[in-house]
């Protein structure tokens, strides 16, 4: 029985190699050719950089992020996240809510394995998103457009979740970082409530406040361990990121920080999800994620958490958080 149980593993694991390889190929195919660059340019350059100063695309770093758009993140995608969820979690052929799908480079590899896909976003760059589905001929995916602040009230959340009858998986991509307390909180506690017993979330490249580097928003050292108004002040005289400096002058300076990217860590997820209710499948100490941080400084925040903090998971140590979550079945 053991035996046959072994051999089964086995085979579902060379069959999921070999679909694997086949998406890969696909994906290759598909953003190798210029009909795909061609199209998707057009459409990231009006709905990404739209609304600012014509001669902004012709930058170093406008022209690196549309590359990044066209094809390193949705391989970076394909190559590390999506082994990193499959060496733990089978997705094939469930129903998966993208939260934050941005321009569709996570969509896509999710949409050629699930059955449906529920992407959204608060931004216009859904349209890339879309777009892109279609020059991947993926037709399950339902893509909505939220209000910018749909996320500070918990009755809008639930309101929307509760239009789906079922979701297996959940999925943030580089989302909590973007979003104030309140509707971290208000996102966090109300997706959890919605997921079944056996359903899962993933979050993932969500910057840690705990980390000592801030490498996703201001290049500063510690400034996500500071008071907001602190950090406001530090960044104005000390970042060497410029084009975040307007947004801190504005009247509403505080939403600006939040929505620029500031840290998140453990503090927001047990405040509204129940530790005793969940598991972790994977986290950001895989050998399949790239190694992102500096491991010295992980493994004294690590001894910290043994030491004073020993229910918290070693997930929430790295300098982004990276966590398959699974609701336990009670």
């Known amino acids: 029985m053991v035996y046959l149980l072994i051999l089964k593993m086995k085979i579902i694991k ?56 066209l094809l390193k993140r949705i391989l970076d995608v394909e190559n590390n996240l999506i082994p990193w969820i499959n060496d733990v979690y089978d997705f094939s052929g469930k129903t998966i809510l993208e939260i934050g799908c941005g321009t569709g480079s996570m969509t896509i590899p999710f949409a050629l394995r699930a059955k449906n896909i529920i992407a959204c976003d608060v931004w216009e760059t859904i349209d890339v998103a879309g777009k892109r589905a279609n020059l991947f001929g993926c037709d399950n995916v339902n893509f909505i457009l939220h209000p910018f602040d749909w996320a500070s ?106 929505k620029a990217g500031r840290g998140v860590s453990y503090h927001e997820f047990e405040l509204s999800i129940d530790f005793n209710k969940m598991k972790i499948l994977n986290d950001g100490y895989s050998a399949l994620l790239r190694n992102r941080q500096d491991d010295e400084y992980c493994q004294v925040l690590k001894n910290i958490f043994k030491k004073h903090i020993p229910h918290i998971p070693n997930g929430f140590t790295k300098e982004y958080i990276d966590l398959i979550i699974q609701k336990i079945k009670e």
């Open 14 to 69: 060379k069959l999921n190699e070999i679909k694997s390889d086949y998406y890969k190929r696909k994906i290759q195919k598909v953003i190798s050719t210029s009909s795909y660059k061609e199209a998707l340019s057009e459409v990231i350059i009006k709905k990404c950089y739209g609304h600012l100063d014509p001669s902004t695309i012709e930058t170093k770093w406008a022209k690196k992020d549309v590359e990044d758009n």
């Open 153 to 258: 009230d918990e009755k809008v959340i639930r309101s929307f979740l509760a239009d789906f009858p079922k979701v297996d998986m959940v999925t943030m991509d580089a989302v909590l970082e973007h979003l104030t307390i309140s509707e971290r909180l208000n996102l966090l506690k109300e997706v959890w409530d919605f997921l079944p017993p056996g359903g899962v979330l993933v979050i993932y490249e969500t910057p840690n406040r705990l980390f000592y580097y801030d490498a996703h928003t201001f290049l500063l050292p510690f400034i996500n361990s500071l008071p907001d108004e602190l950090a406001v002040l530090y960044a104005k005289n000390k970042s060497p990121r410029k084009e975040f400096l307007d947004e801190l002058e504005q009247e509403n300076w505080q939403t600006r920080l939040y």
